[in-house]
C-alpha cells in the first residue's frame, strides 16, 4: 500500500464511524457532530490527494477551504434549527419530530 | 524531520488518536462527553494536515473547527435540556441496522481504494507554497471564494432568523 492508500483508508474509517453515528444517534445533536466527522474524512481524503497526486497542485487544498467555509456555514443553520425545534418541542429527540409522518 | 515524506509511525499515532476520538462521538451517552471527544478528534485531523504538509489547512482546522464550530455545539448543547438525552443507549434498534452497514461500507470502500490504481506513484510529496494557494484562489478560484463568503453571509442571516424569539422584533 502506498501512503495515500492509508490516507484513504484513515478517511474511510473516520466517514464511516460518522455514518454509523448519523444512522444511528437519536439525538439531532449528535447526528450534527457526526456529520462533522464525515466532511472531515473528505477532508483528510482531499489533503491526501493535493499532497501524493503529482499534476494536483493547490487544487486538493482550494476544495478543503471551501468545503470547511460550507461546513461551518452548514453547522450555524443546523443548529439553529436545532435550537428552535426545541424551543417548540422542548426536545432533540430525531424520533420525536414526526409532524410529517403520514 | 525530513520534510514532506510519509513517517509510519507518527501516521499510526495520528490515525488512533483520530479513529478512537471519533468512535467517542458516536458511543458516549453523555452529548457534552461526545462534544468534547470531538474537538479532540478535530485536534487530530488537524495533526493529520501537518503530517499532509498542508500547515495552513492545519491552521484553519484549529481556527475554525476547534475554535469556532466546538463552541457553538457546546452553545446549542447549553441551550437545549439534555438531561433524558442521557438514555440513549448506544445499541438501540436503529445500532442493530446501522452498526453492520457502517463495517460492511468501511470494507468494501477500503478494498475498492486499496486496489484502485488511482496513486501509480503516489509516494512522494508535491508541496504547494503559500503564495501558489494564495494567488491561485485569487485569480482561478476568485468567483467560488466570493460565493462562499456569500453563502456564510446567508448562514448568518439565516441562523440569527432562526434562532430569534417570534415574539421579538
Known sequence: ?102 | MPHGDFHPVLFVIMAVWVLVCGLGVVAFRNVVHSAMSMVLCFLGVAAAYVLLNAGLLAIIQILVYVGAISVVVLFAIMMTDQRETKLGFFFNRQAIFAAPLAVAAAVVITVILVTSKMAPNGSQSHNVSLAGIASGLFNGYVFPFELVSFVLLAAMIGAIVLARKEDQP
Not at chain 1, 460550507?70 to 453547522?75: D, P, S, T, W
Not at chain 1, 417548540?88 to 419530530?97: C, H, I
Open chain 1, 1 to 102: 500500500m502506498s501512503p495515500v492508500d492509508w490516507y484513504l483508508t484513515l478517511a474511510t474509517g473516520l466517514f464511516c464511524i460518522g455514518a454509523y453515528g448519523v444512522l444511528a444517534r437519536r439525538n439531532v445533536l449528535l447526528i450534527v457532530m457526526s456529520l462533522e466527522l464525515m466532511l472531515n474524512a473528505v477532508n483528510i481524503a482531499l489533503a491526501a490527494f493535493a499532497n501524493f497526486m503529482p499534476h494536483a497542485g493547490a487544487r486538493g487544498t482550494f476544495f478543503v477551504l471551501f468545503i470547511i467555509t460550507l461546513a461551518a456555514a452548514e453547522v450555524t443553520v443546523g443548529l439553529a434549527i436545532v435550537v428552535a425545534n426545541y424551543r417548540n418541542r422542548r426536545s432533540v429527540q430525531a424520533d420525536e419530530f414526526s409532524e410529517l409522518k403520514g
